[in-house]
């Protein structure tokens, strides 16, 4: 099933920016609930299920075991809606089911959607049931979260989690009844927030952070993306090879050179913070505020790049012809497609300033000759969130490196094995998520039971769009569109 024409993607467009300005376009509408996606989840039988993939994902995965107490592991991704997000498989409970969630380095809670209260069944997005994992604990405390695009709210539990070859025996994530109607799109069934606990709603430390809080679990503590770019891919379907996931190590073989890491700016450790330093187009510099005004997220769980409408209209007042959009497209900015842009960011006190390409930097056309761009004016004041959203549009172009200790986050050439993975069409990876090779025994949630933890000030009920108050971010073009899929199909 190949993508729609633009066309049809300008009506998306239209019919879906939230005035917020948040519901961001995909090049392409939710393909059809009819396509088959991916193999559906197996119901493994626990402890076999754990022996017989064990193998499997030492050879195919990467996963190191056996003698050594220190590990690295890796997930394959997959590219969902033409790089809109990327999500990868982790497996929860006993027995062990496998679940596809959004990566996001911008949040800091998981949580998975439940088989009871929600509508998404009919979506076909599996959910997670408790009743069925014999290690599942209720913590029953109320969790909450609002990202850019969208909320959602449920109940907060432990259960084992494993990813990557790692487990964690008491993972605190939430499971979840109540959904914005656009945060998911099948079959990716939740979120797995990769930041600091320091903005996790629920209080918890992630699952990364838990690993690398435990001595000699990781080999380095650090997590690293390779992301594939199919966005300039006419013949892309919904669900493409989506990259690589390394934890506890980088793969040397995606990225060339050394790895430049730039510092998170002291006691800035929540989001993945880095300052821009540099941002040009076409040569032309563009002038940007020194310290917090232009802190960044680093952020794999958003699509597109956000930042102060002043930089963003400097930045496309040096591409002739281009034009802010209005109303309710206010924040995106057309300009034309014959114009090569040629966008470079720099971070930190780093002397490599990092190209986008124009492939991501023209998200979509609404014309023959009008292109918007993947630069967006956002706003983030009066929410916890810095000014600058760095998502996918800039990840797809580097190697990226998250790293807890000393906390930093580093940039590195992709390699020619990994840019060969842009556009290459084939079956997205089969959930798989490793056996346990390091396990370490439990995160706590911040509160004792019946607190309700919570990132949202928004009055209960609202859970449609909106900043965070605090707390998240994550996801914002994968939403607009995934309802799209209703009013377009
Ligand atoms: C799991 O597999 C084992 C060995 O094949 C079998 O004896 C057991 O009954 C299975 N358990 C379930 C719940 O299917
Ligand atoms: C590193 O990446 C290469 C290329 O994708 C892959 O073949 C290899 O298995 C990976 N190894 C590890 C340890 O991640
Ligand atoms: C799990 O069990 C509880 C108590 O029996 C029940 O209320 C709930 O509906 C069950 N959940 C599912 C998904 O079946
Ligand atoms: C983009 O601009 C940078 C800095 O001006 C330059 O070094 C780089 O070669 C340019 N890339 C392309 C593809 O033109």
């Known amino acids: 099933m190949h993508l729609l ?29 009819s396509i088959p996606l991916l193999r559906r989840r197996p119901v493994h039988n626990g402890t076999e299920w754990l022996k017989s993939q064990k ?56 949580w998975l959607a439940a088989s009871d209260g929600l509508s998404t069944s009919t979506d076909g997005i599996p959910t997670f ?48 009844n109540q959904i914005s109607s656009n945060l998911l799109t099948a079959p990716v069934s939740g979120l797995m927030g990769l930041g600091f606990s320091t903005i996790a709603s629920s209080g918890a430390t992630p699952f990364w952070e838990a690993l690398a809080n435990s001595d000699g679990t990781l080999d380095e503590p650090l997590m690293a993306f390779q992301l594939t770019r199919f966005v300039d891919d006419a013949q892309a ?14 793969n040397s073989s995606l990225f060339t050179g050394s790895i430049d890491y730039q510092s998170i700016p002291s006691g800035q ?5 880095q300052e821009l330093t540099g941002l040009s187009v076409n040569g032309n510099t ?59 960011m720099r971070f930190g006190s780093s002397s490599v300033a990092w190209p986008v390409s124009n492939a991501d930097f023209a998200l979509m056309k609404i014309s023959s000759s009008t292109c918007v761009g993947g630069f967006f004016a956002l706003d983030t004041s ?13 990840l797809k172009n580097v190697y990226s490196v998250f790293r807890a200790n000393p906390a930093a986050v580093g940039f590195a050439t992709l390699s020619s094995t990994a840019t060969a993975m842009n556009g290459k069409n084939g079956a997205a990876p089969s959930p798989t998520v490793g056996s346990a090779a390091a396990t370490v025994s439990g995160t706590t949630a ?15 009920g609202n859970l449609r769009g909106g900043f965070a108050a605090a707390g998240a971010w994550a996801v914002v073009a994968v939403s607009g569109l995934v309802g799209a899929s209703g009013f377009l199909l």
């Not at 024409?5 to 939710?30: F, H, N, R």
């Open 237 to 250: 379907q919904q669900l493409e090879p989506g990259g690589t996931f390394n934890l506890g190590s980088t």
């Open 129 to 176: 049931d408790s009743n069925t994992s014999s290690t599942f604990t209720s913590l029953n405390t109320a969790f909450s979260i609002s990202y850019g695009s969208g909320a959602a709210r449920g109940t907060l539990g432990q259960d084992v989690v494993q990813m990557a070859g790692f487990e964690v025996r008491s993972q605190t994530f939430a499971v979840v």
């Open 382 to 394: 009066g929410t916890s969130a810095p000014p600058w959203i760095v998502g996918d549009t800039f």
């Open 446 to 460: 911040g509160t004792g039971s019946g607190t309700t933890r919570s990132s949202s000030t928004n009055a209960a």
């Open 5 to 33: 024409p633009y066309p049809l993607a300008l009506s998306c467009l239209l019919l879906l920016l939230a005035p917020e300005g948040l519901a961001v376009p995909q090049p392409a509408p939710s393909i059809p609930r």
């Open 286 to 344: 563009v002038s940007l505020t020194s310290g917090s005004a232009s802190y960044a997220a680093i952020d794999t769980g958003t699509t597109l790049v956000g930042g102060p409408t002043s930089a963003i209209s400097a930045l496309y007042a040096q591409i002739p012809g281009s034009q802010a959009l209005t109303g309710e497209n206010a924040g995106y900015y057309t300009y034309p497609c014959s114009t090569t842009v040629n966008v470079t």
């Open 269 to 273: 450790e929540g989001y993945w913070i």
């Open 55 to 110: 193998d499997l994902l030492e050879i195919k995965y990467g996963t190191r075991t056996g003698q050594q107490k220190r590990a690295s592991g890796f997930n394959l991704l997959t590219n969902q809606g033409a790089d809109s997000s990327f999500y990868g498989s982790i497996a929860v409970g006993t027995p062990a089911i496998s679940f596809d969630v959004i990566l996001d380095t911008g949040s800091s809670d998981l």
